[in-house]
């Protein structure tokens, strides 16, 4: 799988758009950019995916590059629940369905 | 519609001893995910259950094992526990015939705590 490069950590303030960058340099053309979250001691929550085109749910909207060597999450207006750690991960469109997470960013949205 | 269940909630075992964990996936979802969270080692891969089959497994020794049941819900065993193996355990569930999507939906964990 490609591996994927997101900064430890980044602050956010309330109501403000929080932009967060993940690099995949490595990534093949049949792998998809997963985004989950996960809120301290809880279970990780899906948040959105995408190939290679831009995505957006209610949750976020995910911004692919065209050459897909990067992506970027974005949480439109952040709360404070939002604050959480945000894994970027990149997974190949075969029967391998593992998540392999990374470290992730730690996402703190300031009042 | 009822999320990813997982029991217990916290489970404290002595070293050698052996743990059981249980996990009911989403209704209908026929796939069922184990991960294990350690402190400062983030979360791992350990075994995934397709149809009642082990489909794939993370790097783990052996005496990690489990099953899933023809409802699909899962157990985890733990044998001759070590302190490393105190960590929150997280089951995720999802519908591989609707792959290549293929979310995965967490339960809320057990903490298993080995004295």
């Known amino acids: 799988d490609a591996k994927t490069t997101q900064p430890p950590s980044m602050d956010c303030a309330e109501g403000r758009a929080a932009n967060l960058p993940c690099n995949h340099s490595?990534?093949?053309?049949?792998?998809?950019v997963y985004w989950y979250r996960q809120i301290h001691s809880q279970g990780p929550q899906y948040i959105i995916h995408?190939?290679?085109n831009n995505e957006t749910n209610e949750m976020a909207s995910l911004i692919i590059t065209e050459d897909r060597k990067s992506s970027t999450l974005i949480l439109p207006h952040a709360t404070l629940r939002d604050t959480a750690v945000y894994y970027c991960i990149v997974r190949p469109r075969s029967n391998d369905y593992k998540l392999s997470f990374g470290a992730g960013t730690t996402v703190t949205v300031r009042a | 519609e009822a999320g990813v269940t997982q029991s217990p909630t916290h489970l404290i075992k002595t070293r050698g001893q052996q743990a059981t964990l249980r996990c009911s996936p989403i209704?209908?979802?026929?796939?069922v995910y184990w991960y294990q969270q350690a402190l400062g080692l983030g979360l791992q891969f350990l075994l995934w259950y397709d149809e009642g089959e082990e489909r794939n497994r993370g790097n783990f020794p052996p005496r990690f094992s489990g099953r899933q049941f023809p409802n699909y819900s899962s157990e985890l065993n733990v044998n001759a526990l070590e302190l490393e193996d105190s960590a929150l355990y997280l089951c995720?569930?999802?519908?591989?015939?609707?792959?290549?999507?293929?979310?995965?939906?967490f339960g809320p964990g057990t903490r298993l705590t080995v004295l």
């Open positions: 490595t990534i093949s053309g049949n792998e998809y």
């Open positions: 995720a569930s999802s519908l591989v015939r609707a792959a290549p999507y293929n979310e995965q939906f």
């Open positions: 995408g190939l290679k």
């Open positions: 209704s209908g979802h026929t796939s």
